[in-house]
């Protein structure tokens, strides 16, 4: 789904890692935000406004200098893909603030398989006996997360399913995007019409926020906007199957954040759950890059609005 560029597999890791790190800083920032660090809790819908907003701002930025031309956008296309990228990052930002951080991000890694398996109705794909054992593997880590034998599932942790159903289905749309329009302009695009919608849902439950909480949410959505660019050109760098697998470093990042600054560390279940979900999307990772180098066209496996 990106145009190789000059093969440079250094670049590709330290972009990924960078990219990595940024994605887990800004569920992190949320979760800090709706547990009342920087004052009063702000309900996740804010926040995830407030991630639009300054990621708005950010690519306006961007544009004033780079001057993209924004050229027969497919507004049908980009409503899709931002209506399930909004919920999904308001979904993610709701289950931090419940569960740890390693947990949510481990069942967030489902979304790759998820996109997969939408792509079977949506794009007409067919999928193998490799990637449908990588989606049950990571399945079954799902499961271990949820934690059913404890009596009672953690809302929490449902609300990471339901986020990485919706940005699973946002990769779908995000791949038949990438197939008409320039990167940049999916970018301005699909944030501006992001921005417009989260706008809508806060005003239901809108605070003032401190200016602590003003700088938080400039946070997130500058360190959004850039983990996207430098996954984009981390993919542009190195093979699909050589740079994918360094994003999912994220769950470190995720685990050190949360162990540093909440104090949470994960259990014996959670590591299990993880662990058996990473391999599950690994496997897909290394199938999908197989495929791409066969000539293939695949599903993106790192996709978060």
């Known amino acids: 789904m990106f145009t190789p560029g000059t093969p440079d597999p250094l670049r590709a890791v330290a972009a990924m890692l960078a990219a990595a790190a940024l994605i887990a800083g800004t569920t992190i920032l949320a979760k800090a935000i709706g547990q009342g660090v920087f004052g009063p809790a702000l309900h996740p819908l804010q926040v995830s406004q407030g991630r ?16 993209p031309r924004i050229a027969h956008p497919a507004l049908a296309l980009h409503a899709a893909r931002s209506v399930c990228g909004w919920a999904g990052v308001s979904l993610m930002f709701t289950a931090v603030v419940y569960i740890p ?51 009672v599932i953690q809302p929490g942790a449902l609300f990471a399913l339901a986020a990485a159903l919706a940005l699973g289905l946002e990769a779908v749309f995000i791949k038949r995007l990438t197939g008409r329009e320039a990167p940049l302009q999916i970018l301005i695009v699909n944030n501006a019409i992001g921005l417009a919608i989260s706008t809508v849902a806060a005003l239901f439950v809108w605070a003032a926020p401190t200016p602590a909480q003003w700088a938080a949410l400039a946070g997130i959505g500058i360190a959004m906007v850039a ?69 293939r066209i695949t599903t993106s496996a790192g996709s978060r609005s």
């Open 52 to 67: 639009f907003a300054f990621a708005v701002l950010g690519l306006a930025a961007a544009a004033a200098v780079l001057r």
């Open 101 to 151: 951080l390693s947990d949510a991000t481990a069942i967030s890694f489902l979304n790759p398989v998820i996109g997969m398996i939408l792509a079977i109705p949506l794009l007409g794909e067919r999928v193998g006996p490799i990637r449908w054992s990588a989606a049950a593997i990571a399945f079954a880590g799902a499961v271990i997360l949820l934690r059913p034998g404890g009596g």
């Open 227 to 295: 983990a996207q660019a430098l996954f984009i050109q981390a993919m542009r760098a190195a093979d699909a199957s050589f740079a994918l697998p360094f994003f999912y470093t994220v769950l470190i990042f995720a685990t050190l954040y949360d162990a540093a600054w909440f104090g949470n560390l994960p259990d014996a279940v959670s590591v299990a759950g993880a662990v058996v979900i990473l391999a599950g999307a690994l496997l897909l990772a290394w199938r999908e890059g197989r495929l791409t180098r066969g000539g």
